[in-house]
C-alpha cells in the first residue's frame, strides 16, 4: 500500500492540510508539537476510524474526542491510497457524523462491501492490509527507542526485543502474559498449597461445613434411632397394654368364675363341716357310752388276755391235773391194789433172794453180774433231768409233760435193756435151796420167779412211778392251784377298777372287752378323724376365704363377711365350661411389671427426643455447602481456564518461536548487517530466547544485553523492520512511519540507517519524521532526488 | 365402575434446601411456598371430591425433615377425605430410619413399600401397585414381580425413576416406557423428574413435575395433574388435565452485553428484562453473557436491581472484548493464541455435533473462551483485572 494524498479538514491541530506523499522516502521535518504525531494518528483514523467511549481512567479523552478540531472546523478527512495490485481508493471520513465513504478508481462508492463495524464503520483496512488497527499500529508505527535516556529504557527496549523474539510483538510479553496468569491462578483461584487464596478458603469451609453436616447428620440419625427406638416401644406397649386388658379381663373372668367356685367351695364345705359336726355329735354319744372301754389299754387288754388265756390254760391243766391225778390215783391204787405188798414180796422172795445170793456168789461176778446203766438210758435220763430243770426255770406247762416222756422213756431203755441181760445158774445146794425156796413161793421156775420179780418190781416201779407220779401230778395241781391263785390275784389287781370283770368269762370277757375297748378306740379314732377332718375343711375354707377376699380386694375378711360379699355379687354363677386359657397372679405382675419398664425406658427416650436437633440447621449447612460448592466450580472453572490459556499460551509461543522467529532472525540479520556496517551480521534466539548476534570479527555470539544502548536499538529496529517484512508476507506491504527512530544514533549510524532506508524505500513507503535538521540534511545526502520532503502546516 | 377422578402429584420436597443464595429467610420462605403448593393440592383434591391422591415419591427430604414437618403432614393429609397412596423416592427412601417406618400416618394414608407394594380400591374397583425406593440409590427394577392388571379394574402403576434414559451408571430405577407399557396397566403414576412430562392430555404415563419448582433448572408453570377416568364401550378413557399449583416462577434469562457501550445500556436492557414480571412471584436470575470492555460489577447491579425482589441476581459471565476476528489474523502469539483456541473451539462444535456429553462438552467450550479472554488480556495488558469471586 502506499499513500497517494491526503486532505485533512479537520483533525486536531491540523486543518485544510493538503499533501502528496511519494512512493518511496517521505521525511516530514517540524519542530514538536507541529503536527506529526496528529499527522499519523489521522491516518491511523482514515484507516481504521476512531472508537468513541467514556473518558479513561486517567483522564484521557477516547479518540474520537481526542481529534476533535479545537475551532469547531470539520471533522473529516480523505486518505487516497493505492495497493500493490494497482487499485486505488479514496476514503472520505466526517468523524463528527461518523460517516465513511469510500469510492474505488472508477469513483464507485463501495463502502457498503466491506463489514462494518457499528462505531468505525466499514473495515476496509483488514480486507486492503490484511491487518487490524492494533497489529497496524505496533507495526508500521516506529516510535522514539528511549534507550539512551535510562535504564529503566535500556530494558524496556531489551524487553521489547524479547517480547518480539517470542511474540513477534513488542507490546506483547510472553513472561509477563505467563506471569500474569500464575498471579492471576495464585491470587484469584489458589493453588490447594495455601491456605488464604480463595479456592483454598472455599476447599477449607466446605470441609469444615461437611464434616459440620456429617456431624450434624449423625446426631440426626441417633435421633432417628430413638424415635425409631420410641416408635417401637409405642408399638410394643400398645401390644402389651392389649394383652393386659385381656389377661385383666380374663382374670376378672376368672375371678368370677374362681369366686363361684370358691363359693360352692365354701358350701360345700361348710356342708361338710355340717356333717362332721353331727358325726362328731354321734360319736361324743358314742363315746360317752363307751368311756368305761376307754380305761383300758392294749397292754392291760393284753395282759388281760394273757391272764385269762393263762387262767384257762391253768384251768386246762388244773383239770387235767386233776384228771390225771384221779388216774395216777387209780393207777396206783389199782398197781397197789394189783402189786404185792412189799412184805409179801418179800416174804415170797426173800427166801429166793438169800438162795439167789447163795448161789450168784457162788457163780461169781458174770453175766448176771452186775448191770450198768445203758447208755441210751443214760442219754433219756439226762434229758430228763435237763427238761425237769427247764420246767422248773420256766415253768411252762409243757415242760413237764416233756419230762414224763423222758422219764418214760429213759425207764424203758433201762429196762430193756437190763432185763435182757440176766444169767443163766447151775443146780447146786444153792440152786435147790432155790428150787425150794422157790416153790415154796409158789414159783416153779427160777424164771417164773424172775418172770414175777420182774414183773413186780415193774409193778413196783410202775407203783413208785406211779406214786411218783401221783406225787407230782399232786405238786402239779399244788403248783397250779398256785398259780390260778396268782392269776386270780393278778385279774383282781388289773381289773380292779373295771367293773364286771368277770375271769370266769375268761376270753368271752375278754373278747367283749376288746370288743368295747377296740370300738372305743375306734370312736376315738373317728372323732380324731372327724376333728382332723374338720380341721382340714375349716383349714380349706379359711384358706379360700382368704383367697376370696384377695380376689374381692377386701383382705382381712372373716368367713361370714366374705360369704356375705359373695352372696351380695352378681352374676356369681358356677360356669362348668371349661377354660383353655388361664392367667396368673404373677404373670399379670409380670406383665406390669415389664409395662413399667417399658414406660420408663419410653420417658428416658421422650425426654432424650426432647434434645432435637435444631431445625433448618443441616437444610442452612447445605445450602451454604451448594452456594460454596457453586463457587468453588466457577474457580475451578477459572483455574482451570487459567491453566489451560498459560498451556495454550506457551504452545503456541513455542510454536511461534518455532515458525517466527528462524523468518524473523533471518530479516533481522539483513537489517542488523545494514545498520551496523556488517559489525553483526547475523542474529540468532538461543533455546533461553536470549537474541544473539554474531560478529565476524570475534566469532563469538553476543547477547543483546551486552551491547552497548546504540546497538541495541539498531537491534531493536532491525527488528521491527524484519517484523513488518513478515507481516507482509500474508498481503500487502505496508508504509512505514518512523518517528525520530534516530534520535539516540550518532551520526554514522544515522547514515547507516538512512541508507538501510533507502534500500527499503525501493519496496514500501517510508514517512520519516523528525525534528532534527541535521537528520534532514543527511537524508537529503543519502536519499537524494528520491527523498520527499512534506510540510507540516504552520 | 362409575367415573373416578383422582390427583396425581409426585416430586413435593418438603424441607428441600434451595440453591439460590437469596438473602434473609428467603429459604425458609421458599420452604413455606413449598408447602402451600402442596395445600393447594390437597385443597384440589378435596374440592374436586378426588376418589383417591397419588404421590409418586419425593414427598419429603428424609435427611432434612423434622418432627414438626411429620406432624403438620400427618395433620393435612387427615384433612383429605380420599385414600392417599404414596411411594418412597430417592429423598425420602424406605430405609432403616425412614419416617414412612417410624411415623403413625393417619389411616386414610397407605405407604406402598416393598414389604406391601399394592393396595385395592374394592369399592371404587382399584388396584394401585408401587414401586418405590428403598434406599438413596436403586438400580433397574425387577418388573417380573409386577402382577398383571387386574379385569375390570382401574390398574395403576405408580414407579419413582427415570423413563428412557442411558441406562450407564443410572442408579435412579431407570424404566423404559416400552416396558412400562409391556405391563398393560391403565395409568402409569410416574415421580422423579421435576418438569412436567406428558405427550398429550390423553398419555397415560405421566411426570406431573414438581408442584413448586426447587431452581432454575426449572423453569416455567408447575403444578399437579388431575385424572378424569371414565367408562366407556370401548374401554376406559383417561383425560389427565395439569392445574397450576405453584408459588413461584424461576426465569433464568441470558443477556449478551456484547455491543453494548455503557452501563446505563446495560441497566436499560436489564430494565425489558424485568419487564412484565412480577417482584413478588418471579424469582429471577439474569446472565451477563458476551464480550465487553464495561468492567460490571455484579455485585453492584444485583444490589441495584433486587430492592423489591424475592430474589433477583445478575450474574456477570461476561468476557473482556476483543476483535477476535482481527487477531486471528495476528501473525504474532496474540493472533497464534487466538487462531490456537478457536481451532479447539471447532473440534469441540464437531464433537458436539457427533453423539458426545454436550455438558461435559459445553464446559470444555465456556473452558476454552475464558481461557481465550484471560490469555487475551494477560497478552494485551500483563495482568487479569476486572473479575474476582470474592
Known amino acids: 500500500m502506499r499513500i497517494t494524498g491526503w486532505d485533512i479538514k479537520g483533525f486536531g491541530r491540523l486543518k485544510q492540510y493538503k499533501a502528496v506523499p511519494g512512493p518511496g522516502f517521505n521525511i516530514i521535518y517540524a519542530p514538536n508539537e507541529s503536527g506529526k504525531s496528529t499527522l499519523q494518528a489521522f491516518i491511523r483514523a482514515m484507516l481504521y476510524g476512531l472508537k468513541g467511549g467514556r473518558i479513561g481512567k486517567d483522564g484521557t479523552l477516547p479518540p474520537i474526542k481526542r481529534y476533535k478540531p479545537w475551532n469547531g472546523e470539520n471533522y473529516a478527512g480523505v486518505l487516497e491510497y493505492t495497493l500493490a495490485s494497482g487499485e486505488s481508493f479514496r476514503v472520505g471520513r466526517n468523524f463528527e457524523k461518523g460517516t465513511t465513504n469510500i469510492y474505488d478508481s472508477g469513483a464507485n462508492p463501495i463502502h457498503q462491501r466491506f463489514t462494518q463495524d457499528k462505531s468505525t464503520g466499514p473495515r476496509f483496512a483488514e480486507e486492503h492490509l490484511g491487518l487490524d488497527e492494533a497489529t497496524f499500529e505496533r507495526s508500521v508505527f516506529l516510535g522514539q527507542m528511549q534507550s539512551a535516556v535510562d535504564e529503566a529504557g535500556r530494558r524496556a527496549l531489551i524487553e521489547k526485543i524479547a517480547n518480539l523474539n517470542t511474540t513477534g510483538s513488542e507490546d506483547q510479553s510472553l513472561s509477563r502474559a505467563i506471569g500474569a496468569l500464575e498471579e492471576a491462578l495464585l491470587e484469584r483461584v489458589g493453588t490447594g498449597r495455601s491456605s488464604t487464596r480463595p479456592l483454598d478458603k472455599v476447599n477449607m469451609r466446605i470441609k469444615a461445613l461437611e464434616e459440620q453436616y456429617q456431624e450434624l447428620a449423625k446426631i440426626s440419625e441417633r435421633y432417628l434411632d430413638s424415635f425409631r427406638e420410641l416408635h417401637e416401644k409405642k408399638k410394643l406397649l400398645a401390644q402389651w397394654l392389649d394383652e393386659k386388658t385381656k389377661k385383666e379381663a380374663l382374670a376378672s373372668r376368672l375371678h368370677v368364675k374362681r369366686l363361684a367356685m370358691i363359693k360352692k367351695e365354701m358350701e360345700d364345705l361348710s356342708q361338710g363341716l355340717d356333717e362332721k359336726e353331727r358325726a362328731l355329735e354321734a360319736v361324743h354319744e358314742a363315746l360317752k357310752k363307751a368311756e368305761i372301754y376307754g380305761r383300758l389299754t392294749p397292754e392291760g387288754m393284753t395282759q388281760a388276755a394273757l391272764i385269762a388265756h393263762d387262767m384257762n390254760r391253768i384251768k386246762e391243766e388244773l383239770a387235767q391235773a386233776g384228771a390225771a391225778l384221779e388216774e395216777l390215783t387209780a393207777e396206783k391204787t389199782g398197781l397197789e391194789a394189783s402189786l404185792d405188798s412189799e412184805e409179801s414180796f418179800i416174804r415170797r422172795t426173800g427166801d429166793i433172794e438169800e438162795a439167789l445170793k447163795q448161789a450168784a456168789s457162788q457163780s461169781g461176778p458174770g453175766a448176771s453180774g452186775k448191770r450198768g446203766m445203758p447208755i441210751p438210758a443214760l442219754v433219756a435220763g439226762c434229758l430228763t433231768l435237763a427238761v425237769l430243770g427247764l420246767w422248773l426255770m420256766l415253768k411252762h406247762p409243757l415242760l413237764p409233760v416233756a419230762a414224763m416222756l423222758a422219764l418214760a422213756a429213759t425207764l424203758f431203755l433201762w429196762l430193756r435193756t437190763g432185763a435182757g441181760k440176766a444169767a443163766s445158774p447151775s443146780i447146786s445146794p444153792q440152786t435147790q435151796a432155790l428150787n425150794k425156796a422157790l416153790s415154796q413161793a409158789g414159783f416153779m421156775g427160777l424164771d417164773q420167779y424172775m418172770e414175777y420179780k420182774e414183773a413186780w418190781q415193774k409193778e413196783r416201779v410202775a407203783v413208785e412211778a406211779a406214786g411218783k407220779k401221783l406225787t407230782e401230778a399232786r405238786n402239779r395241781l399244788k403248783e397250779l392251784e398256785a398259780a390260778k391263785t396268782a392269776l386270780e390275784d393278778s385279774w383282781r389287781g388289773l381289773t380292779a377298777s373295771w367293773p364286771h370283770a368277770r375271769m370266769e368269762e375268761g376270753e368271752a370277757f375278754i373278747q367283749r372287752w376288746r370288743e368295747g375297748m377296740d370300738n372305743y378306740h375306734q370312736l376315738s379314732a373317728s372323732k380324731k378323724a372327724i376333728l382332723d377332718g374338720m380341721a382340714h375343711l375349716t383349714d380349706k375354707r379359711r384358706v379360700l376365704v382368704r383367697e376370696a377376699a384377695g380376689l374381692l380386694g377386701k383382705p382381712g375378711l372373716t368367713y361370714e363377711e366374705c360369704c356375705e360379699a359373695l352372696d351380695g355379687l352378681d352374676g356369681l354363677a358356677l360356669d362348668e365350661t371349661p377354660w383353655e386359657e388361664t392367667v396368673t397372679e404373677d404373670e399379670l405382675k409380670d406383665l406390669e411389671q415389664r409395662i413399667n419398664s417399658l414406660n420408663l425406658e419410653m420417658a428416658a427416650l421422650t425426654a432424650r427426643l426432647e434434645q432435637a436437633p435444631r431445625e433448618g440447621e443441616l437444610s442452612r449447612i447445605l445450602e451454604e455447602l451448594e452456594g460454596l460448592r457453586e463457587k468453588r466450580k466457577k474457580l475451578e472453572r477459572t483455574g482451570a481456564a487459567l491453566n489451560l490459556a498459560k498451556e495454550i499460551l506457551l504452545e503456541t509461543a513455542k510454536q511461534v518461536r518455532r515458525d517466527y522467529i528462524p523468518a524473523l532472525n533471518e530479516e533481522m540479520s539483513f537489517f542488523i548487517g545494514q545498520l551496523t556496517s556488517g559489525k553483526y551480521t547475523r542474529a540468532s534466539t538461543n533455546d533461553a530466547l536470549q537474541v544473539l548476534l554474531s560478529s565476524p570479527e570475534t566469532e563469538a555470539l553476543v547477547p543483546v544485553e551486552r551491547l552497548s544502548t546504540g546497538t541495541i536499538d539498531q537491534v531493536y529496529l532491525a527488528m521491527r523492520l524484519a517484523a513488518v517484512r513478515l507481516l507482509e508476507k500474508r498481503g500487502e506491504p505496508l508504509p512505514l512511519f518512523l518517528d525520530e527512530p534516530f534520535s539516540q544514533y550518532d551520526e554514522a549510524r544515522i547514515i547507516n540507517g538512512f541508507k538501510m532506508l533507502k534500500a527499503l524505500a525501493d519496496e514500501r513507503q517510508i514517512f520519516f519524521f523528525t525534528c532534527r535538521e541535521r537528520e534532514l540534511q543527511l537524508a537529503q545526502k543519502v536519499m537524494g532526488p528520491q527523498l520527499v520532503r512534506i510540510e507540516l502546516p504552520d | ?390
Open chain 2, 1 to 390: 365402575m362409575k367415573s373416578l377422578r383422582f390427583i396425581h402429584c409426585a416430586d413435593i420436597h418438603l424441607e428441600a434446601p434451595f440453591r439460590e443464595q437469596g438473602t434473609g429467610s428467603y429459604a425458609e420462605t421458599r420452604r413455606m411456598d413449598i408447602r402451600k403448593a402442596f395445600l393447594h393440592i390437597l385443597k384440589t383434591a378435596r374440592d374436586q371430591k378426588a376418589d383417591f391422591l397419588l404421590i409418586s415419591g419425593d414427598l419429603f427430604e428424609q435427611d432434612l425433615t423434622t418432627k414438626r414437618t411429620m406432624e403438620w403432614l400427618s395433620m393435612v393429609l387427615s384433612d383429605v377425605d380420599a385414600p392417599i397412596f404414596i411411594i418412597p423416592g430417592n429423598h425420602d427412601p424406605f430405609v432403616k430410619n425412614s419416617w414412612y417406618a417410624l411415623w403413625d400416618w393417619p389411616p386414610n394414608v397407605h405407604i406402598l413399600t416393598p414389604q406391601n407394594p399394592q393396595y385395592i380400591l374394592e369399592e371404587q374397583r382399584v388396584f394401585i401397585y408401587g414401586l418405590g425406593f428403598s434406599a438413596y440409590k436403586q438400580g433397574k427394577p425387577d418388573l417380573s414381580h409386577v402382577p398383571p392388571p387386574r379385569k375390570d379394574y382401574l390398574n395403576i402403576l405408580m414407579v419413582h425413576g427415570t423413563l428412557d434414559m442411558d441406562f450407564s451408571g443410572e442408579a435412579y430405577q431407570p424404566v423404559t416406557s416400552r416396558e412400562l407399557a409391556a405391563l398393560n396397566y391403565d395409568y402409569y403414576a410416574l415421580g422423579h423428574f421435576h418438569q412436567p412430562r406428558a405427550e398429550d392430555s390423553t398419555t397415560s404415563m405421566i411426570y406431573p413435575g414438581s408442584p413448586e419448582p426447587l431452581g432454575f433448572d426449572e423453569s416455567g408453570i408447575h403444578g399437579a395433574y388431575g385424572v378424569t377416568v371414565l367408562r366407556e364401550p370401548s374401554g376406559l378413557r383417561l383425560k389427565a388435565e395439569r392445574f397450576e399449583t405453584a408459588q413461584r416462577v424461576y426465569h433464568p434469562v441470558s443477556l449478551d452485553v456484547t455491543g453494548l457501550k455503557s452501563l446505563e445500556e446495560v441497566k436499560m436492557k436489564l430494565l425489558g428484562v424485568l419487564e412484565g414480571l412480577n417482584p413478588q412471584r418471579d424469582l429471577v436470575q439474569i446472565t451477563l453473557k458476551g464480550r465487553t470492555a464495561m468492567d460490571l460489577d455484579e455485585k453492584l447491579l444485583t444490589a441495584l436491581f433486587s430492592e423489591d425482589w424475592l430474589f433477583l441476581q445478575i450474574r456477570n459471565e461476561t468476557q473482556k472484548a476483543f476483535d477476535l476476528e482481527a487477531l486471528t489474523r495476528d501473525p504474532a502469539v496474540k493472533g497464534s493464541f487466538v487462531r490456537a483456541i478457536n481451532k479447539r473451539l471447532e473440534a469441540l462444535d464437531e464433537a458436539m455435533k457427533m453423539e458426545g456429553d454436550p455438558k461435559a462438552l459445553a464446559e470444555e467450550k465456556e473452558r476454552l473462551e475464558l481461557a481465550l479472554s484471560f490469555g487475551l488480556e494477560a497478552l494485551c495488558n500483563g495482568k487479569i483485572e476486572g473479575w474476582s469471586e470474592e
